[in-house]
């Protein structure tokens, strides 16, 4: 496993050297959106609108920020479940949506979308939401603000920690982990 840095946005040939169980150090823009934000991103959609950001070439992070303290930029950020955005997820992926970040295992559908579109998937580590806001340098809302926690925001984040869970040939890292245990 190396450690990585990668920068957004996301050039297809980075991720086609990450591998799962890479460790990144994530510095760019990144966007945040949980499950409301997703539902009307499939509503835009199916009316035939636009999404209120470009997905192209970005990582969506699973993520609703608590406020912030006085002095702070941000609150805890933490990651959220990620299985629940696995129903919108593929068509982000052909969108040009090439990382997501967020915690626990992605569908048949959503690994399958990765490899086809040339994408990544990341885990963040649960439970460390105000230890990865120290690596949030800007928070900005872009959409649905009314949304409140859910509102789709735009980070800059410096050294971001994540690790590879899927990566675009198809290997997970829960799998490989599962493996591993079997065979030890």
């Known amino acids: 496993m190396e450690i ?6 996301l050039a297809e040939e980075a991720i086609l050297r990450l591998r799962s169980g890479d460790k990144v150090l994530l510095s760019g823009y990144v966007y945040t959106a949980r499950d409301a934000a997703h539902k009307r991103f499939a509503n835009a959609l199916a009316a035939g609108e636009s ?8 990582i969506i992070y699973y993520c609703g920020p608590s406020p912030s303290r006085p002095g702070r930029i941000i609150g805890a950020a933490g990651p959220t479940t990620s299985s629940r ?14 990382g997501m970040i967020g915690k626990g295992k992605r569908s048949e559908a959503v690994r399958g979308a990765i490899v086809r579109h040339t994408a990544v998937y990341f885990g963040a580590t649960g439970g ?17 603000a009314d ?5 789709v ?12 869970i899927n990566d675009s040939l198809g290997n997970d890292l829960y799998e490989m982990g599962r493996n591993k245990y079997r065979t030890a």
């Open 4 to 9: 990585r840095r990668i920068e957004t946005p």
């Open 51 to 58: 999404l209120p950001l470009d997905v192209s070439g970005q």
């Open 85 to 98: 955005m696995d129903v919108y997820a593929p068509t982000l992926l052909s969108m040009g949506l090439k």
């Open 128 to 144: 460390a939401g105000a230890l990865l806001s120290c690596n949030v340098l800007s928070y900005g809302i872009v959409a649905y």
């Open 147 to 151: 949304l409140g926690p859910e509102a």
């Open 153 to 164: 925001a735009r980070l800059y984040v410096r050294d971001f920690p994540l690790f590879v």
